[in-house]
């Protein structure tokens, strides 16, 4: 490293953010994730050990998945090398491989690849890194915020240990604010400045689990914040909602919390609690989600959950489906809204789901059996010469209109695929063909 290397690594590191700064050395400055870096866990041993292997960091933004790379690169002797795949090319690839394989050979020395956002990278890129960390080239580090099994090459899944970092708690949260505020050596201890407890409250409960988030406020705040009085720089509560004005909501529409979120959704009106169903259904909206697309979720829990215990559910769904489409945001939220509310709180049955399988899975294992001739079509010329629709009972000239008669092909008298539930509209039909059947036989 020359003199202009050195000073340019300097003065990076003191303007960097405050976020990148306050990043620990050693795993026990970390905050947070002891589920896999408490001191009985094995990523923690491997760590300390400094005999780590390929390891895939998974997590939501701002959770430490950058951090514990970074840990490592300070405790490993092994030779460290980064490379962001948003930016990265094959290139970039080849020379960390190149001069790994010189470490390896010279010196024995291993290299640690550490990949940050690896999900970016295509297929060909994550199949060329494959054949080094199979013969022990490479130990990879990769960082993602999707999910890897979604993501990243089964091959590189299969060598590699995934991790899942989880949000930070609020308490974690707050400690990195208090050093951030309090700590000279990397935070900003220097500015004489203090926060309130009810303003670190704020910050780390609007921080949503992201760390990076809640730094980020607070060196906001203390740049921009008058000194009071007394000299100091004071970070109230006023301060700190001007510092965070809108929590950003973790969502990604084609990653993880998309699932999760829709998930949560269906299973919250599925469950009969409105209140949750609203909840995720904000959260989408928040996030921008189509509204097309929520629409679509609530037609299809209607039919699943709630079936024939309220018909009218598929109706409602159905409509307010064409409403937010000719209606549009923000107006559509409350048409939505109705819509979940009027499924989660619908009596629920899940019959018609289960009829419509049954029947599927009997065609599976059955061949298709002629329809019964009675039951054929007769309305064409020398339909009634085959003998098609003869003899057919038209039920509206029977009393209850209803008639006994067969309806299911030969071998498949007694047969069920629709077992009615006891909630709801169902009960009625229950009752409604328990009568029928009552009446057959007298």
């Given at each position: 490293?020359?003199?202009?290397?050195?000073?340019?690594?300097?003065?990076?590191?003191?303007?960097?953010p405050?976020?990148?700064?306050?990043?620990?050395?050693?795993?026990d400055?970390?905050?947070?994730?002891?589920?896999?870096?408490?001191?009985?866990?094995?990523?923690?041993?491997?760590?300390?050990?400094?005999?780590?292997?390929?390891?895939?960091?998974?997590?939501?933004?701002?959770?430490?998945?950058?951090?514990?790379?970074?840990?490592?690169?300070?405790?490993?002797?092994?030779?460290?090398?980064q490379?962001?795949?948003?930016i990265?090319?094959?290139?970039?690839m080849?020379?960390?491989?190149?001069e790994?394989?010189?470490?390896?050979g010279?010196?024995?020395?291993?290299?640690?690849?550490?990949?940050?956002?690896?999900?970016?990278?295509?297929?060909?890129?994550?199949?060329?890194?494959?054949?080094?960390?199979?013969?022990?080239?490479?130990?990879?580090?990769?960082?993602?915020?999707?999910?890897p099994?979604?993501?990243?090459?089964?091959?590189?899944?299969s060598?590699s240990?995934?991790?899942?970092?989880?949000?930070l708690?609020?308490?974690?949260?707050?400690?990195?604010?208090?050093?951030?505020?309090?700590?000279?050596?990397?935070?900003?201890?220097?500015?004489?400045?203090?926060?309130?407890?009810?303003?670190?409250?704020?910050?780390?409960?609007?921080?949503g689990g992201?760390?990076?988030?809640?730094l980020?406020?607070?060196?906001?705040?203390?740049?921009?914040?008058?000194?009071?009085?007394?000299?100091?720089?004071?970070?109230?509560?006023?301060?700190?909602?001007?510092?965070?004005?809108k929590?950003?909501?973790?969502?990604?529409?084609?990653?993880?919390n998309h699932y999760?979120?829709i998930?949560?959704?269906?299973?919250?009106?599925r469950?009969s609690?409105p209140?949750?169903?609203?909840?995720?259904?904000?959260?989408?909206?928040y996030?921008?989600?189509d509204?097309?697309?929520i629409a679509?979720?609530?037609?299809?829990?209607?039919?699943?959950?709630?079936?024939?215990?309220?018909?009218?559910a598929?109706?409602?769904?159905?409509?307010?489906?064409?409403?937010?489409?000719?209606v549009?945001?923000?107006?559509?939220?409350?048409?939505?809204?109705?819509?979940v509310?009027?499924?989660?709180?619908?009596?629920?049955?899940?019959?018609?789901?289960?009829?419509?399988?049954?029947?599927?899975?009997?065609?599976?294992?059955?061949?298709?059996?002629?329809?019964?001739?009675h039951?054929?079509?007769?309305?064409?010329s020398?339909?009634?010469?085959?003998?098609?629709?003869?003899?057919?009972?038209?039920?509206?000239?029977?009393?209850?209109?209803?008639?006994k008669?067969?309806?299911?092909p030969?071998?498949?008298?007694?047969?069920?695929?629709?077992?009615?539930?006891?909630?709801g509209?169902?009960?009625?039909?229950?009752d409604?063909l328990?009568?029928?059947?009552?009446?057959?036989?007298?």
């Amino acid at each position: 490293m020359n003199l202009f290397d050195y000073m340019r690594e300097n003065t990076m590191e003191k303007e960097s953010p405050l976020a990148s700064r306050m990043r620990p050395e050693t795993l026990d400055e970390v905050v947070g994730q002891k589920h896999i870096i408490g001191k009985d866990k094995l990523l923690y041993r491997a760590i300390q050990a400094d005999q780590l292997g390929s390891v895939i960091f998974y997590g939501p933004p701002g959770t430490g998945k950058t951090t514990l790379a970074k840990v490592i690169a300070h405790t490993t002797k092994a030779q460290f090398r980064q490379i962001n795949a948003t930016i990265a090319g094959k290139k970039d690839m080849e020379d960390v491989v190149n001069e790994a394989k010189d470490s390896r050979g010279m010196y024995g020395r291993k290299t640690i690849l550490f990949v940050d956002e690896i999900h970016r990278f295509n297929k060909g890129q994550q199949d060329f890194l494959l054949p080094y960390v199979e013969d022990g080239t490479l130990i990879l580090i990769g960082a993602t915020t999707e999910n890897p099994y979604f993501e990243v090459n089964g091959a590189l899944l299969s060598r590699s240990k995934i991790f899942e970092l989880r949000p930070l708690e609020k308490e974690d949260i707050k400690e990195l604010i208090r050093r951030a505020v309090y700590d000279e050596k990397k935070g900003m201890g220097s500015y004489r400045a203090e926060i309130t407890d009810e303003a670190a409250d704020f910050l780390a409960e609007a921080a949503g689990g992201d760390a990076r988030s809640a730094l980020n406020a607070v060196e906001l705040g203390i740049l921009t914040t008058d000194r009071g009085a007394d000299g100091m720089i004071h970070i109230d509560l006023e301060t700190a909602q001007e510092c965070i004005q809108k929590r950003a909501v973790r969502y990604d529409k084609n990653g993880d919390n998309h699932y999760d979120t829709i998930s949560a959704f269906i299973k919250s009106m599925r469950g009969s609690d409105p209140d949750a169903a609203v909840y995720y259904l904000a959260r989408m909206l928040y996030a921008g989600e189509d509204i097309k697309f929520i629409a679509r979720r609530i037609i299809i829990c209607a039919a699943e959950d709630v079936g024939m215990a309220d018909p009218q559910a598929l109706s409602v769904a159905v409509n307010a489906s064409l409403a937010v489409e000719r209606v549009g945001m923000p107006e559509a939220r409350i048409i939505l809204a109705e819509a979940v509310i009027y499924v989660a709180t619908a009596p629920k049955s899940n019959a018609a789901y289960l009829a419509v399988d049954r029947a599927m899975a009997y065609l599976k294992d059955h061949p298709a059996l002629p329809v019964p001739p009675h039951l054929q079509d007769r309305h064409y010329s020398g339909a009634a010469k085959l003998g098609r629709g003869l003899d057919y009972q038209y039920a509206h000239d029977y009393p209850h209109h209803y008639v006994k008669q067969q309806y299911l092909p030969d071998g498949m008298d007694g047969t069920v695929f629709y077992e009615p539930g006891e909630n709801g509209y169902e009960k009625k039909a229950a009752d409604w063909l328990a009568f029928l059947k009552k009446e057959e036989k007298e």
